[in-house]
């Protein structure tokens, strides 16, 4: 048997400092339907995310809400991120915190091979510093506020806040020493960043000149002390990087970090110079193998600008999923924005794609032909007989939209993966109605006709079970048990299918698939 493609797919870890908003639930849902898709196509995937926990955002937030950071750090995850993926139905194979033992192991002996090896050294740094993004900044990533509360001080573009001025004696990591390795990496790669426009970003950045990176800090201790000097803990994107190797074995398994890593790094375009940049000078420092790729995808935006709980935008992900479902939040976002481009959240579009597109598209298509076969043949898929040209145009839209979902999950195109799989609902609705069963079974002579009718839109509905799960993982596992499906819709290859067998017996649904809703919540921000 051929070896499993392995597929490691990874999203960023999510600060603790507060609760999830439905940013951070789209970067979730991507890595979960790319991973599902890889899981259904038989790749040996890993879908790994988690928190981020160290540092003095989450320090200044635990000290404000009278709190330890661990004390904080744990009521959060508890209580807030990994509820999240119950909430957004997230097949996460393991959860990682930047606080586990295991990690923190992991990372004491990738820092120590760096300093042996000579990548660390100590010095003084002098900056500006923005707590929000946890970084140094330069002038070019600040403005002057005209007005306002911060009028006149010089604010970060992405927090909207005052930077500090920072003076430490700091390690660095010599960062500086893969410039050349980088871009060189980035020319033989060239799928190494996505989209175009955020490589053509990093490539100008890194083209710019690369500083060595301040990577410890001594004005605070919520971090990973650093092993040959216990005055300083590390920077926590250092630390955070890391988690990515840890969590599968790095430094203490090595068979399973190989069997695993690289990693796919989905990650917002606000953090892909992080991983684009410093993760692989990191890991070409350590002598290990770089991600496969990196993808920045875009914003959830709301007024023109990111969403973000500092800015009072953020709205819940139980806010949607309580009116609309679990399905419909994921299908929405994977449709209506293109994965990589930035898009606006609004309560008219979600709405109105769930009525046109979800209830009455696919729900109402499923409850049709479900109820036909009940009618028709007492709930028993007949044989198709003869195929003429139109029974001919499902099948070849099915294994159409089969591989060209394929492909396009394979360019992280997650939208146009849809749109693709979208062609067999609509094609199949159009089929229906000029093949007209319900007048076929009026006429005994066109029996075999309303078989072949019957049997290649169940056929057609069974294929869109098994593409669309990776998206709406219950609807279709309902639909997958309703028309007579083998096993698990999860149990079937994605790639293949169009080739299921399709016959069997069919049995009612409990209820619509995407009911109708009545009043959406109205906007609330
Ligand atoms: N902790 C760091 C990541 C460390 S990874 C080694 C971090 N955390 S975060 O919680 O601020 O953001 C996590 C992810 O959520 C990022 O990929 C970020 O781009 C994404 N999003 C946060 N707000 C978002 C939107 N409004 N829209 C889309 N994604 C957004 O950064």
Known sequence: MAARKPFYIATPIFYVNDVPHIGHAYTEV????LARWHRQAGDDTWLLTGTDEH??????????????????????VNTSWKPLLETLNISNDDFIRTTDERHETAVLIFLQKLYDD???????YEGYYCVGCEEYKQLDDLMETPDGD???????????????????KNYFFRMSDFQQPLLDLYESQPDFIQPESVRNEIIQFVKSGLDDLSISRSSFDWGITIPWDPTHVLYVWFDALLNYATAVGYGVDRENFDRRWPAVQLVGKDIARFHAVIWPAML?????KVPSRVFGHGWLLVGGEKMSKSKLTGIAPEQITDTFGVDAFRYY???????GSDGSFSWEDLAARYQAELANGFGNLASRVIAMIGRYRDGVVPAAGALTPADEAIRATEQRATDDADAA?????????LASIWTLVEELNGYITIQEPWALSKDPAKAERL???LATIVHGLGTLAVLLSPFIPDATEKLWASIGGDGTVQQQDVRAAWLWTGTGTVTPLESSLFPRIEQPEPAVV
């Open 409 to 417: 999950i394979e360019r992280f195109a997650i939208h146009e993966a």
């Open 284 to 288: 070409m420092a350590a002598g290990e």
């Open 150 to 168: 911060y009028a006149g001080q010089l604010v970060c573009k992405i927090h909207g806040r005052p930077v500090e001025i920072l003076k430490e």
């Open 30 to 33: 991507a890595a979960d339907v």
């Open 333 to 339: 976002f994977m449709r209506a924005i293109g994965f």
């Open 55 to 76: 540092g003095q955002k989450i320090l200044r937030t635990a000290v404000a809400n009278d709190s330890s950071p661990k004390a904080w750090a744990d009521k959060l």
């Open 451 to 453: 078989d072949t009718v």
């Open 118 to 124: 000579g990548f660390i050294y100590s010095g003084e």
